[in-house]
């Protein structure tokens, strides 16, 4: 280690503690210098659905990162692959986990054509290294690599992205979660899962492969860069504490996440921890806005297939176009048997909602998501984009995706018999 590595954070507290108090929000971690937190040791990892934890080598007690912004090809789903920006070759980028008070070195490589930085969104640090292009330094040139050197002095959820035209480089996928862990030697304290999920949304036309960053409607809504119906379920055991991050650098979009099946605390944000959550409301819904990360807890009581969702029904929607006529209820007659002596196979869409999209057959656009979604164990959902699965069973495989849920005998909505109909009472008009 240089001497110039050596003396960064005591000289740097040492010219802070000339000047009065209150202490700065990192003087405890660097007074205190803990040694590199050790996954499973000191905290359970988080698990990313569909995404990857950065690697880090650890030097002379600091844990070194790499980040390289630069063009990639992501898959969002299967059959739909975009050209976009990324970092290690991922939207959004690995996600970055450390322990509270660990120190790191992060190099950011620019391998993007236009300049860049990386700004630590929520982390508590010194400012010279808070990534604000022309305000706390130059944007990084393209080829050219930065270092940024920090202590991470509170454990939460946080999130990185470009602070340097984040309307194109945020908006072409440069970003991605970072989570702080409490160092905490007992398991049983600890949450038995622990999720984290990144939601984003796009504007990219049927049949292309670019973002368009300079749209404001979005078409393609994702979590961890990947709409349901390729969204990896969650799956967890009965009886565990579940913990779900969830971190929102949408354009535009603040994302309503509901829940199904469950009723919970939201614990935390990227301000830090509620801190008594006895008091908290509980929620169904937690309202993620742009530019924020919320953590949720809940104690997984109920087996089955629990779906959770933006409530924004256009977001649960996959490369929907905005501009069709509402054809909701329309008489079209015979219109369509006309239309089809000129065009053979011709359908009017949309007369009964978007349903009417799943009759078989219709070809879809080259690299183009079908705006159906998932297609469930029972049918179509006419449902997906933001969008996923909790799967909670009594038993699993460590965890490996037990499949669709074997609901008990008896316990799943069904056709109405006469025998039942007779008995509540209930007539039905027609008979
Ligand atoms: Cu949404």
């Given at each position: 280690m240089d001497i110039k590595s050596k003396l960064f954070f005591p000289l740097l507290l040492l010219g802070f503690l000339f000047s009065d108090p209150p202490p700065l929000p990192w003087e405890n971690a660097v007074k205190e210098h803990l040694p590199p937190g050790v996954p499973v040791q000191d905290y359970t990892p988080t698990v990313v659905p569909n995404g990857s934890t950065a690697k880090y080598q650890i030097v002379d007690g600091v844990k070194v990162f790499h980040l390289t912004a630069e063009e990639i090809e992501w898959e969002v789903a299967k059959g739909f692959t975009i050209k976009t920006w990324g970092f290690n070759g991922s939207v959004p980028g690995p996600m970055i986990e450390v322990a509270e008070g660990d120190r790191v070195r992060i190099y950011v490589t620019n391998k993007l054509p236009a300049p860049t930085t990386v700004h630590w969104h929520g982390v508590l640090i010194v400012c010279g290294m808070d990534g604000v292009a022309g305000v706390t330094q130059p944007a990084i040139p393209p080829g050219e690599t930065y270092l940024y050197e920090f202590i991470f002095p509170d454990s939460g959820t946080f999130m990185y992205h470009p602070h340097f035209d984040g309307m194109t480089q945020e908006g072409m996928g440069l970003m991605g979660m970072i989570v702080v862990h409490k160092r905490e030697p007992d398991p049983a304290k600890r949450p038995d899962r622990d999720f984290a999920i990144m939601l984003h949304e796009w504007n990219i036309d049927v049949g292309t492969a670019r973002p368009n960053t300079l749209r404001m409607d979005f078409n393609v809504l994702t979590m961890n860069g990947r709409v349901m119906p390729d969204t990896e379920p969650l799956v967890a055991e009965l009886g565990d504490k579940i913990w779900v991050r969830y971190g929102n650098l949408s354009a535009m979009d603040h994302h309503p996440i509901h829940l199904h099946g469950y009723s919970f605390k939201i614990i935390g944000s990227?301000?830090?921890?509620?801190?008594?959550?006895?008091?908290?409301?509980?929620?169904?819904?937690?309202?993620?806005?742009?530019?924020?990360?919320?953590?949720?807890?809940?104690?997984?009581?109920?087996?089955?297939?629990?779906?959770?969702?933006?409530?924004?029904?256009?977001?649960?929607?996959?490369?929907?176009?905005?501009?069709?006529?509402?054809?909701?209820?329309?008489?079209?007659?015979?219109?369509?048997?006309?239309?089809?002596?000129?065009?053979?196979?011709?359908?009017?869409?949309?007369?009964?909602?978007?349903?009417d999209m799943t009759k078989t057959g219709m070809p879809i656009p080259k690299n183009s998501i079908p705006m159906l979604g998932y297609d469930g164990p029972f049918g179509q959902t006419v449902f997906g984009g933001m969008a996923n699965i909790l799967r909670v069973r009594e038993k699993t495989d460590h965890y490996k995706d037990p499949g669709p849920y074997a609901f008990p005998r008896g316990s799943m909505a069904s056709p109405a018999t006469i025998g039942d109909l007779q008995r509540d009472g209930i007539l039905l008009q027609n008979q």
């Open positions: 990227d301000g830090g921890w509620a801190k008594d959550p006895s008091v908290l409301l509980p929620e169904t819904t937690v309202l993620v806005p742009v530019g924020s990360a919320k953590v949720i807890e809940f104690l997984a009581n109920n087996p089955g297939d629990w779906i959770f969702h933006c409530h924004m029904t256009h977001h649960t929607m996959n490369q929907m176009g905005h501009q069709f006529p509402n054809m909701v209820g329309m008489d079209v007659g015979d219109f369509d048997k006309r239309v089809r002596k000129l065009i053979p196979g011709y359908m009017t869409m949309g007369v009964t909602g978007m349903k």
